[in-house]
């Protein structure tokens, strides 16, 4: 499996005894990857898994699919830069480049519809957390978070403004987003 690419899953229904084999068990995963075709040939590899197991136990699996399918997530670069350009000229906050992106979510499906980005924000002074974690819930309750939210949100807006009052921007992105690998 590619390192870019992530399985994560957990057993929704396993039994009611460790010494008793259930007489049925559920588990539910998500796979994701950077591209769509990547992430299908994952899929169906976490599922030769589940057929194999159910092979030498000589038991039967069943797949059901998503309400929403993940899909991988096509950053427009064009508007990207304006977002840093806006954040630094604002607030004097220089924007990190960002990090490769860790597999399929659901803004991906968006991003296939429209030129997309995915700013992210610091909401630490000092620290960092996890994302998903009690610790960084609690960070996000800080004086700290909700400035650094206050000038995200105002460097999106001001990001929007640019690219809906400059033709020569806004068609330099779309020409970005229809020549994308999907």
């Keep these: 499996m590619k390192s870019s690419s992530r399985v994560h899953g957990i057993v929704v229904k396993g039994g009611e ?33 589940a057929r194999g197991a159910a092979l030498q136990t000589g038991t039967e699996v069943n797949f059901t699919d998503p ?15 304006v977002f840093c350009d806006k954040m630094e000229e604002l607030f004097d906050i220089k924007v990190e480049e960002p990090s490769e992106q860790t597999g399929s979510n659901d803004a991906g499906l968006l991003s296939k519809i429209c030129p997309f980005m995915h700013p992210m924000f610091g909401i630490c002074a000092d ?43 806004f068609a ?10 999907q």
């Design 17 to 49: 005894a460790t010494n008793v084999i259930p007489d049925y068990a559920s588990a539910q995963f998500v796979v994701r990857s950077l591209t769509k075709t990547y992430n299908e040939e994952l899929r169906e590899r976490v599922r030769n898994c």
């Design 67 to 81: 309400d929403i399918y993940l899909d991988n997530m096509i950053s427009n670069r064009t508007m990207e830069q």
């Design 127 to 169: 620290e960092k957390f996890a994302a998903h974690t009690e610790g960084f819930r609690d960070a996000t309750l800080t004086d700290y978070a909700r400035e650094q939210m206050r000038n995200t949100a105002a460097g999106l807006a001001m990001t929007a403004v640019e690219v809906m009052t400059d033709p020569k921007l």
């Design 172 to 181: 330099k992105m779309k020409a970005e987003f229809e020549s994308a690998e």
